[in-house]
């Protein structure tokens, strides 16, 4: 957890183990970590990440969709990991020496999503948080929770649900 998350304590839901106390952010403000994606800047939740790594090498697992890249393991355990390029819709490009894995928690495990690189952790106050445009269409909004900006950059919030939703 960056030193910046501050305020009251709280138990992790997300944490397999059960024990580890995590900060949230202050009243009205949320914190967000920025990525960068085909020339865009996204976010998450900052509650959201487990931890960012290095890309690695990634098993592939057959008979899966083409979004969901393979399995790593990390510690011991079992990771899925997700193209989010591919699962956005977006134009693939090679991956760079600042491309990393961003580990979210998925319920009581962990999912990782490939990112092209991580931009800053930024604090936000949820009212400045906006609703997707009605003008995006239905299949590109599902996978959006908000738009906010911050210092004059338009930042996309993930639904961070939706986009680790394996459809069969």
Do not use: C, W
Request: no cysteine; charged share 30%.
């Amino acid at each position: 957890m960056p030193p910046s998350a501050k305020s009251r304590k709280e138990k992790d839901p997300g944490d397999p183990g059960g024990g580890e106390e995590r900060a949230s952010a202050g009243e009205g403000l949320t914190e967000l970590l920025g990525f960068m994606l085909a020339d865009e800047e996204y976010a998450l939740d900052i509650l959201e990440i487990k931890e960012i790594i290095r890309l690695q090498t990634i098993t592939a697992v057959p008979r899966t969709p083409d979004y969901l890249k393979g399995i790593i393991t990390l510690r011991g355990v079992i990771v899925p990991v997700f193209d989010l390029r591919r699962r956005l819709g977006l134009d693939e490009a090679g991956h760079g020496q600042h491309t990393r894995i961003v580990v979210v928690y998925r319920g009581d495990e962990f999912a990782g999503m490939i990112v092209d690189s991580i931009t800053q952790v930024m604090r936000v106050g949820v009212k400045e948080i906006e609703p997707p445009p009605p003008t995006i269409g239905a299949v590109e909004a599902e996978f959006i929770k908000g738009v906010t900006r911050h210092q004059e950059r338009l930042i996309i919030l993930l639904n961070l649900a939706r986009v680790l939703e394996v459809k069969s």
